[in-house]
């Protein structure tokens, strides 16, 4: 089986700009979460999309959204860019989720850099 | 503060010799995760606990769960320069919740 895959693996973007990820889910897993890994915070949750609903989200201001389609896949944007957003952002998929029981396996990342 | 430390924040090994991990929650802990991260790169699933008293192993590497201290421990045996990398520990700490709240991890490094 596939592993969750993540596209684009880099991303420059400067401040204000705006930017859309994309994260591929592992074949038959509905839950798609979402993390951001910097320096100084560590991984941090963004949120949680199971049946295209967001059903989980964590202390992130509303410049990130997210989005899953009918087949899993998930997007996250980021508006109005800030040197902040640059980190390592991180998407795993599970099986169901609601539990916090199911594990979580995560893709390679999308680094994007604000310049 | 951290709802989970880890300890120590680096190790550094010499190839052979045994190491262990340590991860300590502030709060109760319903189950644990250990991930492996290569510098930059998504992270490996290693280890799910669930249970108290739990202790699994794969290859080289036992992770054990003491629901009581509210700590898990990770143990590499035998380190070897494929071990290297950063250790997290993830804990979901709200039932019905994908949320994992991770640890700042542990930065190991093999020495040959």
């Known amino acids: 089986k596939a592993g969750v895959t993540q596209t684009p693996r880099y991303l420059i973007k400067t401040r204000g700009q705006q930017v859309t990820l994309s994260c591929s889910p592992i074949?038959?897993?509905?839950?798609v979460s979402w993390y951001q890994q910097t320096p100084g915070q560590g991984l941090q949750f963004l949120f949680e999309?199971?049946?295209?609903?967001?059903?989980n989200k964590g202390n992130f201001p509303g410049r990130f959204s997210g989005r899953q389609f009918s087949n899993s896949r998930s997007e996250m944007n980021v508006s109005t860019l800030e040197l902040g957003d640059s980190a390592l952002y991180l998407c795993?998929?599970?099986?169901?989720?609601?539990?916090?029981?199911?594990?979580?396996?995560f893709g390679p990342g999308t680094r994007l850099l604000v310049l | 503060s951290q709802e989970l430390e880890q300890s120590p924040q680096s190790l550094i090994v010499q190839e052979g010799k045994n190491l262990t991990i340590n991860c300590t929650s502030s709060?109760?802990?319903?189950?644990l995760y250990w991930y492996k991260q290569k510098y930059g790169e998504g992270l490996i699933f290693l280890m799910m606990l669930q249970k108290g008293g739990e202790e699994k192993s794969h290859e080289k590497i036992t992770a054990k769960l003491d629901e009581k201290k509210q700590q898990s421990s990770l143990h590499i045996t035998a380190s070897q320069p494929s071990h290297a990398g950063i250790y997290l520990c993830?804990?979901?700490?709200?039932?019905?919740?994908?949320?994992?709240?991770f640890g700042t991890g542990t930065r190991l490094t093999i020495i040959p």
């Open positions: 795993a998929s599970s099986l169901s989720g609601g539990t916090g029981r199911e594990t979580q396996y």
């Open positions: 999309y199971f049946s295209e609903t967001q059903r």
């Open positions: 993830g804990a979901p700490f709200n039932f019905g919740n994908e949320k994992l709240t």
């Open positions: 709060k109760t802990l319903y189950g």
């Open positions: 074949s038959g897993h509905r839950s």
